[in-house]
């Protein structure tokens, strides 16, 4: 008889696991459910700073603001995350003692301690790329004739970023922001 090649793995079954001496399944799924969790949290923490950061350095390209703000995208961007989050560890669990820099915490549960360190090491990668994509859009947007009319009109420039500039120049960091939910599932 043939032997068959996924031996239940569409419907479910992964087999049993030698090391833990229980099903796969049963080791998989509550690791799915923290993952999930973890990523709600990084997309919760990366959006509004990253969108605020790209919003706030692209109104007025070139300004003291534009350029500190996309020194620090770039770094953050450029940095890698085992590099981030060892100086977070370094920083906040060593120096600090305010959150666990240990990964055996982990098993202890979902909390703040344990959560904080692997947020804030995922999300400032995404930070920097998102925010500078939304510069980049914002810096576009603000140089369009529409924008320039809606000055001469005499509307605030408050007024115009938020009425006619900021709608337009959040679609291409959507995207991003999209495309962060597959990186951050898969790692």
Not at 40 to 52: H, T
Not at 60 to 80: C, F, K, N, Q, Y
Request: aromatic share 10%; hydrophobic share 50%.
């Amino acid at each position: 008889p043939v032997e068959p090649t996924f031996s239940g793995v569409l419907q479910g079954d992964f087999g049993c696991s030698t090391k833990f001496k229980t099903t796969v399944a049963s080791k998989l799924f509550p690791a799915l459910g923290a993952t999930g969790i973890l990523m709600f949290w990084v997309l919760v923490v990366m959006v509004p700073i990253s969108l605020l950061i790209g919003i706030l350095a692209g109104m007025r390209e070139g300004s003291r603001t534009d350029r500190t703000l996309s020194v620090a995208s770039i770094a953050s961007t450029a940095t890698p995350e085992y590099v981030s989050g060892v100086i977070f560890t370094v920083i906040f669990a060593s120096w600090l003692g305010l959150l666990n820099g240990s990964a055996a915490s982990a098993s202890r549960g979902i909390t703040f301690y344990n959560f904080t360190l692997p947020v804030m090491t995922l999300a400032i990668y995404g930070i920097g790329y998102i925010a500078r994509m939304t510069r980049a859009s914002m810096v576009e947007v603000m140089t369009q004739q529409y924008i320039r009319t809606a000055r001469l009109k005499g509307l605030s420039f408050g007024s115009v970023v938020v009425k006619h500039a900021l709608r337009n120049a959040l679609i291409a960091p959507f995207t991003v922001i999209m495309l962060q939910f597959p990186w951050l599932l898969t790692g």
